[in-house]
């Protein structure tokens, strides 16, 4: 565990972003975005840091430019988009089985 | 070039020293500390007198440099020469300027008006909150990123339970500390004064010891509930020392300083020598004998980490008023040493060598800062300090821009002989009666 984005960074294999909540931050549990995303962005230069065949990963929706640069979420490492349409495709199965459908129905 | 200090007494509590050595400086850097060292050509011996003690250079985590914006009561060159001729070798100035050391241009700022005096290290001190307003966190990784070695809202405690939570939980981040100047504001009200016979005799408003001890209370009970770091500025009251024992007892991460002005003096200044003198006026208030002596104790005991100043320059217009419309501070770079030894050593409260933990090597680890030891390798920062000058003070030939010091006229027992930062003898005391320049 580090609270320090480039520690955690250098040489991984995937690194998966979260979306900050910030419809639910009324209390600054953080000083600014900009100081957000300056401490912990993700970057072309921190991606840098990671393995040479990394993957970027992110659920979405995605705040563009605060826990992740544009140029980073549409960029060659981002798997994205495959991430989000797999999901909308994981979550219609999960909601099948659950209300009693069959497993190769 | 090296320069060789020969025979003094080096106390050095984080390298476990307390006897006669030699130091050997070569350049900027503490090359070697042993006994009889050999001088080559290229070294210059100094030969250290008698009983002068070279100590590990001291570090005052408390001062209010006023630049920028309050640039007629001191600025960082002559707060920085302050400093030097009062034996210390780094000051941390408080963010209390205008404008507010709240981002990293100003924090710049004053490092390169420090870069520009070049006498003592100069560590800033970021704001809690955005122009200290007490609602927004500032953007305190901008800030230690700019150079910043802790945060507080001094002249004010953090405005509220829930801005202090977030700032201990945000810092513990980066293992800074919150400082905290602890007043809860309602119950000192507008009172001037210490709580008691004195105040009352003389008519003025009192601030009881419990507006210091309630805010401490909070602090640390916010420091366990987020394990975040905080340290109490300036403590004077019985009740806070209290707070802050049941705090360690309990393993949370608090520590504490204590002034000079707090372990020396008692609200009886209020009326005598001088009544209503606004140099006995600073916040929080000179207490009473019990709480004197409770710091006193809580130095002797180990349970206070660090003496620092809260050096607070006024301009003499500015305290030359009623004693109720008079701003609140003393300054205090350069009466500490002296009375620290007078008070504390020569009274037989503490030793040497824990008058060095709690004036460089304490303030060096709660800040995290360089310096607090004579290791070999580290940046030369040294103090030598005259445990024996008899040193009388005067306001007038001070090198602090404002001369508010309570002290003026005193004889005291120890000073300091001279001061190095970073292998450059910044200070010499000319009746020291070192052969050093």
Same mark, same amino acid.
């Given at each position: 565990?580090s609270?320090?984005?480039?520690a955690a960074?250098a040489?991984a294999?995937v690194?998966?972003?979260?979306r #900050?909540?910030? @419809?639910?931050?009324? &209390?600054a549990?953080?000083?600014?975005t900009r100081e957000y995303?300056n401490?912990?962005?993700?970057?072309t230069?921190?991606v840098e840091?990671?393995?040479?065949d990394?993957?970027?990963?992110?659920?979405?929706p995605?705040?563009r430019?605060?826990? #992740?640069a544009? @140029?980073?979420?549409? &960029?060659p490492?981002?798997?994205?988009l495959e991430?989000?349409s797999n999901?909308?495709a994981v979550?219609?199965?999960v909601?099948?089985l659950?209300?009693?459908g069959q497993e190769?129905? | 070039?090296?320069?060789?200090l020969k025979?003094g007494?080096?106390?050095d509590p984080a390298?476990?020293?307390?006897?006669v050595f030699?130091?050997l400086?070569?350049?900027?850097?503490i090359a070697?500390v042993?006994s009889d060292?050999?001088a080559d050509a290229?070294?210059?011996v100094v030969y250290v007198p008698?009983g002068?003690i070279?100590?590990?250079?001291?570090?005052?985590?408390?001062?209010?440099?006023?630049?920028p914006?309050?640039e007629?009561?001191e600025?960082?060159?002559?707060?920085?020469?302050a400093?030097?001729?009062?034996?210390f070798?780094?000051v941390?100035c408080?963010?209390?300027?205008?404008p507010?050391n709240d981002?990293?241009?100003v924090?710049d700022?004053?490092?390169k008006?420090?870069a520009?005096?070049?006498?003592?290290?100069?560590?800033?001190?970021g704001?809690v909150?955005?122009?200290?307003?007490?609602?927004q966190?500032?953007?305190?990784a901008?800030?230690r990123d700019?150079g910043?070695?802790?945060?507080?809202d001094?002249?004010?405690?953090?405005?509220t339970?829930?801005l202090?939570?977030?700032?201990?939980e945000y810092?513990?981040?980066f293992?800074m500390p919150?400082i905290e100047?602890?007043?809860?504001?309602?119950?000192?009200?507008?009172?001037?004064?210490?709580?008691g016979?004195?105040?009352?005799?003389?008519?003025?408003?009192g601030i009881?010891?419990?507006?210091?001890s309630?805010?401490?209370?909070?602090?640390?009970?916010?420091?366990?509930?987020?394990g975040g770091r905080?340290?109490?500025?300036?403590?004077?009251?019985?009740?806070t020392?209290?707070a802050v024992r049941y705090g360690?007892?309990?393993?949370v991460r608090?520590?504490?300083?204590?002034t000079?002005?707090h372990?020396?003096?008692t609200?009886?200044?209020?009326?005598?020598p001088?009544?209503?003198d606004?140099n006995v006026?600073?916040?929080p208030?000179l207490?009473?004998a019990?709480?004197?002596?409770?710091?006193l104790?809580?130095?002797k005991?180990g349970?206070?980490?660090?003496?620092a100043t809260?050096?607070?320059?006024h301009h003499?217009?500015?305290k030359?008023?009623?004693?109720?419309?008079?701003?609140?501070?003393?300054t205090?770079?350069e009466?500490?040493?002296?009375?620290c030894f007078?008070r504390?050593?020569?009274?037989g409260?503490?030793?040497?060598s824990?008058l060095?933990e709690?004036?460089?090597?304490?303030?060096a680890?709660i800040?995290?800062?360089?310096?607090g030891a004579?290791?070999?390798g580290a940046p030369a920062?040294i103090?030598?300090l005259?445990p024996?000058?008899?040193v009388?003070?005067?306001?007038?030939?001070?090198?602090?821009k404002?001369?508010?010091?309570p002290?003026?006229?005193w004889?005291?027992?120890g000073?300091?002989?001279?001061t190095?930062v970073g292998g450059r003898v910044?200070y010499?005391n000319e009746?020291g009666?070192?052969?050093m320049?």
């Open positions: 565990m609270s320090s984005i480039d960074v040489d294999d690194i998966m972003m979260l #900050i909540q910030q @419809e639910r931050m009324s &209390g549990f953080f000083p600014s995303f401490t912990f962005g993700m970057t230069e921190r840091k990671a393995k040479p990394v993957i970027i990963m992110h659920p979405g995605m705040n430019g605060v826990e #992740i544009s @140029e980073v979420a549409d &960029g490492y981002s798997v994205i991430q989000v999901g909308v979550r219609m199965a909601l099948y659950l209300a009693g190769g129905d | 070039m090296k320069r060789l025979n007494r080096v106390v390298n476990g020293r307390d006897g030699d130091v400086i070569d350049g900027d850097r070697r042993a060292i050999a290229d070294t210059t008698s002068f070279v100590a590990p250079g001291l570090i005052d985590m408390h001062v209010h440099l006023r630049e914006g309050q007629h009561k600025t960082v060159a002559t707060g920085t020469a400093a030097v001729a009062g034996g070798t780094a941390a408080m963010p209390n300027t205008n507010v981002n990293a241009g924090t700022y004053i490092l008006k420090a520009e005096a070049n006498l003592a290290r100069v560590y800033p001190i704001a909150s955005r122009g200290q307003q007490g609602e966190l500032a953007d305190i901008e800030l700019a910043c070695v802790a945060i507080t001094d002249g004010h405690p953090v405005a339970a829930m202090m939570r977030r700032a201990l810092t513990r981040m293992d919150v100047h602890c007043e809860e504001q309602t119950l000192k009200g507008e009172g001037v004064a210490h709580e016979m004195h105040a009352s005799a003389l008519g003025l408003r009881p010891g419990e507006a210091e309630i805010m401490a209370l909070r602090d640390i009970s916010l420091a366990e509930l987020t905080v340290h109490i500025a300036h403590m004077s009251a019985r009740q020392l209290d360690k007892s309990r393993g608090v520590t504490c300083e204590v000079p002005h372990f020396v003096l609200d009886a200044m209020l009326g005598s001088i009544p209503y606004a006026k600073m916040n208030p207490r009473e019990a709480d004197r002596d409770a710091m104790a809580g130095l005991d349970s206070v980490d660090a003496i809260d050096h607070a320059p003499y217009d500015e030359q008023v009623e004693f109720d419309r008079a701003p609140f501070g003393i205090g770079l009466t500490a040493v002296s009375l007078d504390l050593v020569h009274a409260v503490i030793s040497v824990r060095v709690l004036l460089s090597l304490n303030p680890r800040l995290s800062v360089r310096g004579l290791s070999e920062d103090s030598v005259a024996d000058m008899t009388t003070i005067s306001a007038a030939s001070m090198r602090s404002s001369k508010n010091t002290f003026d006229g004889r005291l027992r000073g300091v002989a001279a190095i910044v010499v009746s009666h070192l052969p320049r």
